[in-house]
C-alpha cells in the first residue's frame, strides 16, 4: 500500500516514536535528531526526554556526555552521567572529571 507523501511523514512519526517508547535506542536518538532539527517547534522536555532515555537504555558514555552537557538537571545528577562516562574510561569524561577536581 503506497501513501502520499504527506501522510508517509505522519506514519514514520508514529512508527519511529513506538519503536522509541519500546526501547530501541536507535529510534530514540532519531527522536532527538528530529525535535533538535526542528527549530520551529523546538520542544527542549522532549529532547532532553529522549536524549535522557537514550542514555539511560543503551550506557554509552558518549551520550551520557551529551546529558551532562544538554540537559537541564540537578547538579548532582549530572555529576552521576559524567562519573558513569568516567567509569568507562571515556577520554571527555575522564577530562572533565580532572578539571572539576583540579579546581577545587
Known sequence: MELPPSQRL?????LLQKAAQGGHVPAMLQMT??????????????????????ADTEGD???QMDV???VDLPEEELFSYLTKAAGQSYGPALWELGCIYSSF
Open 10 to 14: 505522519g506514519q514514520r512519526d508514529k
Open 33 to 54: 535528531k528530529d525535535i533538535f532539527m526542528d527549530k520551529e517547534n523546538l520542544l527542549s522536555n522532549d529532547y532532553e526526554f529522549w536524549l535522557k532515555k537514550a
Open 61 to 63: 558514555p558518549a551520550l
Open 68 to 70: 551532562y552537557y544538554n
